[in-house]
Each structure stands twice: as C-alpha cells, then as structure tokens.
C-alpha cells in the first residue's frame, strides 16, 4: 500500500535561514513525487515534482526538493525563507502503475518569523 | 481560463439532507477527483475519473456518488449527509498521464448539523 509521512506537524524557521519539511515515503514500484502548497482559505498550488532523472528538483519559488530513493525521502527545501513562506505544505506520492490514485501526507505547517 | 471552479463555497446541511457538489473544469483535462480534507490527515481521494463515463473509488468512498458525463464536470453527490462528512471537499484535474500535476479548485465548506 501507498503511504506518504510528514513527521513534523509545523516548522518554525526565522526569515532569511534555510528550511527543511521532510517527507518520506512507501510505494511499490517506482514513485512520482509531488509538494503542493496550501494558503489559508485556498486550493492546494502545485509546487514541484520527481518523474525521473536528477534527484535534484527546482520548483516555484525558489523552493527545490530532492529524491532520495535508499531513504524513501523528498524532503523539500529553500535556501533562504521568507515570512510569505508560511502556509500548508503537502507531500503527495503516485504510483507509476496500477491506478492514478495519489496519497497524500498529512501537512505540515510551516511558519516563518520575521 | 478560470481554471477549476467549484460550487458552492460553503453549505449548511442537516443530517440526512442530500445535496451536489459541483465541479468544472475548462482546460480539457481528462483526469478529474475528489478529495477531502480534514484537520491532521492531509487530503484523502473520494473518487476519480480518467475520461468521461468512467470512474472509480478513491480511499473513502463511502456515502458519496459520482459521474462524469461530460469531460468538464464531475459532481459530487452526497446522498444522506452525516456529520462526519463536514469537512472541506476539494475538486481537482489534470492532463493525464502518472506524472502530471494537478490544478485544484478552491474548495467547498460543508458542515452537516
């Protein structure tokens, strides 16, 4: 069975210092990786993905996340955060086979102080 | 392009009530769902479909119906509504294919009483 976990229900980091969500994952087969970003009182924007090739994934804004298969991980980052960073963050996980279903974490809250 | 849209934003029901959710799309997107979200548990698949006249069960199916009879709209039907459905249903799509991102909808508060 498919699952995604988000350790971390929120990530306080000050504005201008790096930022870490983490994220790992369990499918069978090969993954699709995805992060979406969520706003108070808005749909989910999508913000980056792993299909194939360079683990290394650049996003929107500025955010980049990288695959790490021996660790089931896809942790997403960004070098230096802002105060318009906080919001909802969601790891999802897709199989390559099998059915479009796409897993979901839970979130994580991400809250950056000025 | 509007993009997703979904209808209404926020509804009041009793239990036992029935009601639509409504979703439309307009960029021709083949690949449509239904999720709910609910504090702590992220999102969660109700129901999807690939293309028009074909659809399947997601995580939590139950007490919800869907259709897709045309390629822009995918209706959520709850047919008894229960507490335990208040949440905030989100309707998204896509082009198709495992890798394709999807565009979400901005989302219907539903609080059953």
């Known amino acids: 069975a498919q699952s995604v976990a988000q350790p971390e229900d929120q990530v306080n980091v000050a504005e201008g210092n790096p930022l870490t969500v983490k994220c790992t994952y369990s499918v069978s087969g090969n993954p699709y990786l995805f992060w979406y970003v969520q706003y108070p009182n808005r749909g989910l924007q999508f913000l980056l993905k792993?299909?194939?090739?360079?683990?290394l994934v650049k996003g929107s804004y500025g955010f980049e996340a990288e695959f790490n298969k021996s660790q089931t991980s896809f942790h997403l980052k960004k070098p230096s955060a802002l105060v318009s960073d906080s919001a909802l963050y969601f790891c999802a996980v897709r199989r390559n086979t099998g059915g479009f279903k796409t897993i979901f974490g839970a979130g994580t809250r991400l809250f950056v102080k000025a | 392009n509007a993009g997703v849209t979904q209808t209404p934003k926020f509804q009041v029901l009793k239990t036992g009530q029935s009601m639509t959710l409504q979703c439309a799309q307009d960029?021709?997107?083949?690949?449509m769902s239904w999720y709910r979200q609910d504090p702590g548990m992220g999102l969660r698949l109700i129901h999807y479909?690939?293309?028009?006249?074909?659809?399947d069960q997601g995580e939590v199916p139950n007490g919800y119906n869907v259709s897709r009879s045309t390629t822009e709209d995918f209706p959520l039907r709850l047919l008894s509504a229960a507490p335990s459905q208040t949440s905030v249903y989100f309707c998204a799509s896509s082009s198709g294919g495992w890798g394709e991102t999807q565009y979400f909808g901005p989302g219907t508060r539903l609080l059953v009483l």
């Open positions: 479909s690939v293309g028009a006249g074909i659809t």
């Open positions: 960029m021709n997107h083949e690949y």
């Open positions: 792993y299909i194939t090739g360079d683990n």
